[in-house]
């Protein structure tokens, strides 16, 4: 074992005594953003990327489809559980966002929503900005629970997390010709950040103080990636993995000028980057058997409604995948990127 697994067994340790002996970390998580983290506000929309039904949540709680992307929990869900939360943020949208369930955060995330306003219309998802409207919604109902002074407390010590940009560039960007001719991936990705920023004084407006944004997987080594622009490789795109390093760069550079403008704002950048290419580049050395295909149907493009009962070749044994279907992690891969997250989440609710 290397002395990071040392040291986050130590960290995972410490969570654990902690939570056995008092409240959670923070008063509050509110979750936003795309797939990698809807706990299923597209359930009843009208768009087609959802995934509430089988084989989705073989592994979940009562073995049920939720609307997560995954056989089981989300990285977010772990998140909960190491902040010391015994349950997770409600789908905004979802019949358990009701009264008090909703004092501890909610999830307003939306399958297909990306940071480019567009990319959310074309899928029917719930754009960022109107997941900012059904975050202030939710102001208010807790507001009408505590009180306004309590209230104020809740936000302010809230955590925030944000997953987004990967369907902007996979199915936007990549596939899109006329948004390709208008903008080099440098000019959109700018556009990208300039939303995020907007995102982020937009919340802090609202009196969050604590947010957490991901950076974009290395895009390249999706299994749908591969198999979409990848060649007839079996192996990672190295284009498209540039363009997550440059983004994440980019990203990086953003977020700084942002704690520095800001007063009294915490701005955590996790990487997913590395952690996630591990997995894909060395399995067996995190207990993996395939990182290249996925578990669902043929593993190479089967994702939402491609991926359900009927899709032929899906694995028994998903805890052996890093990824459930052509774009999502399994529930074990995503214990593992929540786990790498540990560290830099210290430096969020500190």
Same mark, same amino acid.
């Given at each position: 074992?290397?002395?990071?697994?040392?040291?986050?067994?130590?960290?995972?340790?410490?969570?654990?005594?902690?939570?056995?002996?008092?409240?959670?970390?923070?008063?509050?998580?509110?979750?936003?953003?795309?797939?990698?983290?809807?706990?299923?506000?597209?359930?009843?929309?009208?768009s087609?990327?959802?995934?509430?039904?089988?084989?989705?949540?073989?592994?979940?709680?009562?073995?049920?489809?939720?609307?997560?992307?995954?056989?089981?929990?989300?990285?977010?869900?772990?998140?909960?559980?190491?902040?010391?939360?015994?349950?997770?943020?409600?789908?905004?949208?979802?019949?358990?966002?009701?009264?008090?369930?909703?004092?501890?955060?909610?999830?307003?995330?939306?399958?297909?929503?990306?940071?480019?306003?567009?990319?959310?219309?074309?899928?029917?998802?719930?754009?960022?900005?109107?997941q900012i409207?059904?975050?202030?919604?939710?102001? @208010?109902?807790?507001?009408?629970?505590?009180?306004?002074?309590?209230?104020?407390?809740?936000?302010?010590?809230?955590?925030?997390?944000?997953?987004?940009?990967?369907s902007?560039?996979?199915? @936007?960007?990549?596939?899109?010709?006329?948004?390709?001719?208008?903008?080099?991936?440098?000019?959109?990705?700018d556009?990208?950040?300039?939303?995020?920023?907007?995102?982020?004084?937009?919340?802090?407006?609202?009196?969050?103080?604590?947010?957490?944004?991901?950076?974009l997987?290395?895009?390249?080594?999706?299994?749908?990636?591969?198999?979409?622009?990848?060649?007839?490789?079996?192996?990672?795109?190295?284009?498209?993995?540039?363009?997550?390093?440059?983004?994440?760069?980019?990203?990086?550079?953003?977020?700084?000028?942002?704690? @520095?403008?800001?007063?009294?704002?915490?701005?955590?950048?996790?990487?997913?980057?590395?952690?996630?290419?591990?997995?894909?580049?060395?399995?067996?050395?995190?207990?993996?058997?395939e990182?290249?295909?996925?578990?669902?149907?043929?593993?190479?493009?089967?994702?939402?409604?491609?991926?359900?009962?009927?899709?032929?070749?899906?694995?028994?044994?998903?805890?052996?995948?890093?990824?459930?279907?052509?774009?999502?992690?399994?529930?074990?891969?995503?214990?593992?990127?929540?786990?790498?997250?540990?560290?830099?989440?210290?430096?969020?609710?500190?």
């Amino acid at each position: 074992m290397g002395l990071l697994r040392i040291f986050l067994s130590f960290l995972l340790a410490a969570v654990a005594l902690f939570r056995a002996h008092s409240q959670p970390m923070v008063p509050a998580l509110n979750i936003f953003g795309d797939s990698v983290v809807d706990a299923g506000n597209n359930n009843n929309r009208l768009s087609l990327v959802k995934a509430n039904f089988p084989p989705y949540g073989r592994d979940f709680i009562d073995h049920k489809a939720s609307g997560r992307f995954c056989n089981g929990m989300l990285a977010i869900d772990y998140t909960a559980e190491y902040l010391g939360f015994t349950s997770y943020p409600p789908a905004y949208l979802s019949d358990d966002a009701k009264g008090r369930n909703i004092l501890t955060g909610a999830n307003f995330a939306s399958a297909a929503c990306g940071y480019y306003n567009m990319t959310s219309l074309a899928y029917l998802a719930i754009s960022l900005p109107q997941q900012i409207e059904y975050y202030r919604a939710w102001q @208010n109902k807790v507001v009408g629970m505590v009180g306004r002074a309590r209230a104020n407390e809740i936000f302010s010590g809230a955590v925030q997390l944000l997953s987004a940009g990967s369907s902007d560039f996979i199915q @936007n960007y990549y596939i899109n010709l006329p948004l390709r001719g208008a903008y080099s991936i440098d000019r959109f990705s700018d556009m990208l950040l300039k939303s995020f920023t907007n995102f982020v004084e937009k919340l802090y407006g609202l009196g969050a103080r604590r947010i957490g944004v991901t950076t974009l997987p290395p895009m390249g080594c999706l299994p749908a990636a591969i198999s979409l622009f990848g060649r007839g490789s079996n192996q990672c795109v190295p284009r498209l993995n540039a363009d997550s390093v440059m983004f994440n760069n980019k990203l990086n550079t953003t977020a700084e000028k942002l704690l @520095n403008q800001y007063q009294g704002l915490k701005l955590v950048v996790f990487d997913i980057y590395t952690p996630l290419l591990e997995l894909v580049m060395k399995p067996s050395d995190n207990g993996f058997a395939e990182s290249r295909r996925a578990c669902c149907g043929t593993g190479t493009i089967e994702t939402s409604l491609l991926c359900n009962s009927m899709s032929v070749g899906t694995c028994s044994n998903a805890s052996q995948y890093v990824f459930w279907d052509s774009f999502h992690p399994t529930q074990q891969a995503n214990e593992y990127l929540a786990q790498s997250m540990l560290v830099k989440g210290f430096d969020l609710i500190s």
